[in-house]
């Protein structure tokens, strides 16, 4: 999954990463429901690339 991302998405994840670790350290419970809501807007975003792609006749 790695090579797929490239250079630059590695960064975001790791960017993504460290700043719920920032917020989990002043407190958990929001750093939870950040992630959720994270977790939920990567599943809508996957959905619609693959519903384009299907569209378009390439997945």
Sequence with gaps: ML?????LGIVGIVI???G?????YVDFRI???LAL???GMGL???SLV?????SFGMF
Excluded: F, R, W, Y
């Design 20 to 24: 719920i670790g920032l917020v989990a």
């Design 44 to 46: 809508v975003v996957k």
């Design 31 to 33: 750093a939870a429901g």
């Design 3 to 7: 090579d797929k991302l490239g250079p």
């Design 37 to 39: 809501i994270l977790a």
């Design 16 to 18: 993504l990463l460290s």
């Design 50 to 54: 693959t519903g384009m792609l299907q």
